[in-house]
């Protein structure tokens, strides 16, 4: 199954040339993980803070294939393609106007830990897992 999240290219996003400067496409990927994580996971970021857990990127494969510029609207596509005991990997796509212009594989941790921030790998909680796993599996 493929999550969706639409993102339009603002000012902020883009070089002096119009275009999307490229580490700007890794702050959107963020958003699309922290958005994945509040409706698909049921585990909002702003949760896992609380409760002193997180999704920190391990890995990040990036492979730029058009660019985009300002005003433009992606589309942009993940999918799950790995589910590990306290790992998750993913991959972001962004579309825009029938065209491919980034890929971003992605490999994220899920740790958790005491107040003195010695943040380790942890197993997923159950039905954190159960609903990436449905997600993942589904058609």
Do not use: K
Request: proline share 6%; net charge negative; charged share 20%.
């Amino acid at each position: 199954m493929i999550y969706h999240r639409d993102i339009r290219i603002e000012f902020n996003h883009c070089d002096p040339a119009g275009i999307v400067f490229y580490p700007r496409y890794l702050e959107m990927t963020n958003s699309v993980c922290e958005n994945f994580f509040r409706e698909v996971a049921g585990y909002p970021y702003a949760e896992m803070m609380a409760a002193h857990q997180g999704t920190p990127t391990v890995r990040a494969e990036v492979s730029y294939h058009a660019p985009t510029r300002l005003g433009e609207v992606i589309d942009w596509r993940l999918s799950v393609t790995r589910l590990g005991t306290s790992s998750i990997g993913l991959r972001n796509e962004a579309h825009c106007v029938g065209l491919l212009r980034v890929t971003v594989d992605l490999t994220l941790v899920f740790v958790g830990g005491g107040l003195d921030g010695d943040l380790r790998p942890q197993p997923w909680p159950p039905a954190v897992r159960d609903r990436i796993a449905a997600f993942a599996g589904a058609d």
